[in-house]
């Protein structure tokens, strides 16, 4: 019996990743927003409901993460860690602007003809997301972290702040709406709702690095460009018969050690 020599690629531990990005390493910066970038699209999406904004506090949300990030000590899961900054991101958006475009005429997530299975299935989606999208807000954003990102009640009260029994109530009410909403088979539907496209998770993380390279660039021109202080008149003469004595002392070997 052979074994396959295929090698199994593990997923990094929340403090190493960290670890690794704090030293510098961008390519654990790439790695930390590929395994985040969908759920955190779904939740910023959940409270703007509109793609261009959400994904714009996505970006901001990475940027304010890696600034921050000596601060996570690991007593939370980095992705519970994550969602409350993108949430709160999310928020201050929706505060400045709280009149989002609603585009009921948006285009459907495919956009080139398929199979009759491919239509269906879009078909389903976009009546999935429109439901969702419906909810009121705050039991929106419960669901999308509970029912789509499979978040325990615990872990989304945290990101939230809110109360577990609030995360109860709003999941089980959200959930109720959206089965009326579909006529059942809400699980069967799910999986695709807010399908995260493979151009859009390049299109963040681009971004992304793009701008903390820039940081890190502009802040090494800074430290290098830096003039070393100009010494201080006042003080070389007050050191000046200091110096003499010391000399002098010396010349006749009457230094005391």
């Known amino acids: 019996m052979q074994l396959s020599s295929v090698a199994v690629t593990k997923k990094p531990s929340d403090i190493d990743l960290v670890g690794r990005i704090l030293s510098g390493d961008m390519r654990a910066m790439e790695t930390l927003m590929r395994l985040h970038n969908r759920m955190l699209f779904r939740t910023a999406h959940a409270i703007l409901r509109d793609e261009a904004e959400a994904e714009e506090a996505v970006q901001d949300a990475y940027l304010k993460a890696y600034r921050n990030l000596a601060t996570f000590r690991g007593e939370s899961k980095l992705s519970t860690w994550l969602v409350r900054i993108v949430a709160n991101e999310a928020l201050m958006r929706r505060r400045r602007n709280p009149k989002p475009a609603e585009r009921a005429d948006q285009e459907p997530a ?143 070997g009457r230094m005391s050690y």
């Open 110 to 252: 495919s956009e080139a003809p398929g199979p009759e299975e491919e239509a269906a299935r879009a078909e389903v989606r976009s009546l999935v997301e429109a439901g969702i999208n419906a909810l009121p807000e705050g039991y929106r954003t419960v669901f999308v972290l509970r029912g789509l990102e499979e978040f325990s009640v615990e872990e989304t009260a945290l990101a939230l702040g809110i109360p577990d029994a609030t995360v109860r109530s709003r999941y089980f009410r959200a959930r109720g709406l959206l089965r009326v909403w579909l006529a059942g088979g809400l699980d069967a539907r799910l999986q695709d709702a807010f399908a995260f496209a493979g151009v859009r998770c390049e299109r963040i993380v681009r971004a992304v690095l793009t701008l903390l390279g820039a940081a890190v660039a502009a802040t090494t021109v800074a430290a290098c460009s830096e003039k070393p202080p100009r010494p201080d008149p006042e003080a070389e003469r007050a050191d000046k018969p200091l110096l003499e004595r010391t000399l002098k002392q010396g010349e006749f």
